[in-house]
């Protein structure tokens, strides 16, 4: 296959970093600067270095793959650049500015290796296709940590206390001897409703004192809802919101019913906010989908919208690292709601270890994955696999797919890319609920939690981010 030896850029977003990189080609890609002092990059941002490293290490850069690497490699730089700029300032926001920089940087150079490593297993040559995913896997894990061993273990070992048909899958596919967990940390035994038993019954009287009303516009039950009845009833929801709650800038949210998504999902940004109602989902009972209400549109939709209204795009979007405490915030308030929440957000947690081989050192394959989690939701179903609806398996399909976002996932496991984003939330929930338990022992009343979890984007247990909320508090 032939390649032009400088070949035509590809058209990029608009410099967020104040470099213009639209024209790089390999003659302008060299980091060499003797007035770089890496030592002074902010910690949030270490990783960088090594990702830089990374990216220039055996350019290859005469090939579609390598001239992504440089461009990505580019941005890296940049961003850098501004974050040492940033350590010039007094205040918080330049510094998370460069992060917020950094980040997408980092991620348009993982775009960059992901790239790399389908052109490689495209020509066949698998030792190159897996030295690049290894590389990617080393970077997104510095910035997405895969879940530890013990605590997805215990969650898994929770499950097969009260199922055996479930017991059966997992011995079928595990190593069932390396579910052993440590015993220092007796609580970690626990179901996670009991272990934050109080926190949850403390997140229940809130959001029922101020929003039971808007609540019972879905009566609690087993009733089950169409994708078009729960269209209906969020809407209902959110038109009761915008006539009822000023707590809440819920002018700025819409709903939009999308025809091809089978989750929810909600997206924020200065313009509003928009809560993507799924028309391809599978019928939702009245309690879930109450909980749903608590997660997407009291959570997510509410932190946007009041982000939104600060005028600042990173408290309506979110900052940066804020998403494992957005998500466990918005689970534990779909728990305390329902009882119950979305087992796919465990599972996340849980798969990502299986696939990247965390429980019991085995890497697997995406057909390996989809034909467990197909085997292992017959089982929590008591059917069988032939009898699971087609709606359910594409709900499974795509929580497997997001696990191997970046790399082709077949039976050539070492080419793999586990995109460990989604176990963030399941591991936010327990890091919000710490934070939850840790402010009322000082002495701050639920009605404050929740409040500030809603007033924007943010990591509450990062000091830069309250530190950077709170300007706009003072400035309200």
Request: charged share 25%; no cysteine; proline share 5%.
């Amino acid at each position: 296959m032939e390649t032009a030896p400088h070949p035509v850029p590809v058209e990029i977003p608009v410099p967020y970093d104040g470099y213009d990189y639209s024209n790089l080609g390999p003659k302008n890609i060299s980091s060499a600067d003797p007035d770089f002092d890496y030592g002074e990059v902010p910690p949030q941002l270490q990783a960088l270095n090594k990702l830089t490293q990374t990216l220039e290490d055996n350019p290859d850069t005469h090939t579609d793959g390598g001239y992504m690497r440089a461009r990505g490699s580019a941005a890296v730089h940049a961003a850098i650049r501004l974050a040492i700029d940033a350590q010039e300032t007094d205040g918080p926001t330049d510094e998370i500015v460069a992060i917020e920089s950094a980040m997408r940087a980092t991620k348009q150079a993982w775009n960059a290796m992901s790239l790399t490593v389908m052109q490689a297993r495209k020509e066949g040559d698998l030792t190159r296709a897996a030295m690049w995913a290894e590389r990617l896997n080393e970077s997104i894990a510095e910035v997405y940590v895969l879940p530890e061993h013990d605590a997805a273990a215990q969650m898994i070992s929770l499950e097969l206390q009260n199922n055996e048909n479930v017991k059966a899958v997992y011995v079928k596919y595990l190593d069932m001897s390396k579910l052993t967990v440590a015993e220092s940390n007796p609580e970690a035994s626990l179901p996670i409703e009991e272990r934050y038993k109080e926190a949850f019954a403390q997140k229940r009287a809130i959001i029922l004192e101020r929003y039971g009303e808007t609540l019972d516009l879905i009566p609690e039950g087993d009733r089950m809802y169409s994708a078009e009845e729960a269209a209906d009833a969020i809407e209902a929801v959110l038109e009761h919101l915008q006539l009822n709650d000023k707590t809440v800038a819920w002018d700025k949210v819409k709903t939009y019913r999308d025809v091809d998504e089978n989750v929810f999902s909600t997206d924020s940004s200065l313009k509003g906010v928009t809560i993507n109602v799924p028309m391809a989902a599978e019928p939702i009972s009245a309690n879930r989908l109450r909980g749903m209400v608590a997660h997407e549109l009291l959570k997510h939709a509410a932190s946007g919208a009041n982000g939104a209204a600060t005028g600042d795009e990173m408290q309506a979007r979110g900052m940066p690292g804020y998403l494992g405490f957005e998500e466990g915030d918005a689970i534990s308030s779909e728990l305390a709601v329902s009882g119950v929440a979305d087992e796919i957000f465990a599972d996340r947690f849980t798969d990502t270890a299986i696939a990247a081989g965390v429980i019991d050192g085995e890497r697997r394959s995406r057909p390996e994955m989809i034909k467990m989690v197909y085997e292992r939701e017959a089982a929590r179903q008591n059917t069988t696999v032939e009898k699971l609806s087609e709606g359910r398996k594409r709900e499974l399909n795509t929580h497997v797919g997001r696990i191997y976002e970046g790399g082709p996932g077949d039976e050539h496991v070492e080419t793999a890319v586990i995109f460990a984003k989604d176990a963030q939330y399941w591991a936010g929930v327990l890091k919000h609920l710490t934070w939850w338990e840790a402010g009322i022992k000082a002495g701050r009343t639920p009605q404050e939690l929740y409040d500030e979890g809603r007033r924007g984007k943010n990591d509450l247990t990062q000091p830069e981010h309250v530190a950077y909320q709170a300007q706009f508090a003072a400035a309200s």
